[in-house]
């Protein structure tokens, strides 16, 4: 029997954190293994201003395995690049691939490129706008023969779930899971402190909610066809 394997990729530590764990955990007790991709060291989006650079990475890739380990992630591959300095190359589009391509997931989480209205700063962030575009592209790559061969072949993901929308498709109730996504928060103190504080204003103001006190992650769910011909 195949693997069944997921992947999600973000540009900084806890991005996947807001987007999607209760999603990603559900497909892990499903039979699916999970790995993460986190393309910035997350340096420069810091609570704390004592600490030295090189302190400031360690400390947010250990936050970042940390949380992933409370949902169940197998890996955590982090790409090195410098925060809010990210920039679309054919090196980050490479390296994208040749992971879709040796990790073979049936479905990538990431940023939705798409969602280009700029009415929130931080959801808009350049790096999330470009890993969104790179990650789609990177997943165009990874089917194809010739655009970067390597030892693993080609690889076909099934569907792209984009997170951070403005146009969702598919809704995950995650009501009953609630308080476990606010918990994976507690791993991150460098960029949330104030825990208490932070947890309110999330449960107010980010976590999709309707008008009957239920809780989600959205995402615009997108089949990767195949065109036969």
């Given at each position: 029997?195949?693997?069944?394997?997921?992947?999600?990729?973000?540009?900084?530590?806890?991005?996947?954190?807001?987007?999607?764990?209760?999603?990603?955990?559900?497909?892990?007790?499903?039979?699916?293994?999970?790995?993460?991709?986190?393309?910035?060291?997350?340096?420069?989006g810091f609570k704390i201003r004592s600490l030295t650079g090189k302190e400031r990475i360690e400390l947010r890739k250990k936050e970042q395995m940390s949380a992933a380990a409370a949902v169940g992630v197998k890996k955590v591959f982090?790409?090195?690049?410098?925060?809010?300095?990210?920039?679309?190359?054919?090196?980050l589009r490479r390296q994208l691939t040749k992971i879709i391509k040796e990790?073979?997931?049936?479905?990538?989480?990431?940023?939705?490129?798409?969602?280009?209205?700029?009415?929130?700063?931080?959801?808009?962030?350049r790096d999330h706008r470009i890993i969104g575009t790179a990650v789609f592209d990177a997943v165009f790559a990874?089917?194809?023969?010739?655009?970067?061969?390597?030892?693993?072949?080609?690889?076909?993901?099934?569907?792209?779930?984009?997170f951070g929308t403005n146009k969702p498709n598919h809704f995950e109730d995650i009501t009953d899971s609630l308080e476990f996504k606010l918990?994976?928060?507690?791993?991150?103190?460098?960029?949330?402190?104030?825990?208490?504080n932070f947890i309110k204003f999330l449960k107010e103001n980010i976590i999709p909610k309707d008008g009957k006190g239920r809780y989600y992650e959205e995402f615009r769910v997108v089949d990767v066809v195949q065109i036969s011909y």
């Open positions: 029997m195949a693997k069944k394997n997921i992947l999600a990729i973000a540009a900084h530590p806890d991005d996947i954190e807001f987007g999607c764990p209760v999603t990603i955990r559900r497909l892990i007790k499903e039979g699916y293994t999970a790995n993460y991709v986190v393309a910035t060291n997350g340096e420069n982090f790409l090195d690049y410098k925060d809010g300095f990210l920039e679309y190359t054919n090196k990790l073979k997931p049936e479905i990538v989480f990431t940023f939705d490129p798409a969602n280009l209205d700029f009415d929130n700063i931080n959801l808009n962030h990874a089917k194809n023969d010739f655009i970067y061969p390597d030892k693993n072949g080609k690889h076909r993901v099934s569907r792209i779930y984009f918990s994976i928060f507690k791993n991150f103190k460098s960029q949330f402190p104030n825990y208490g």
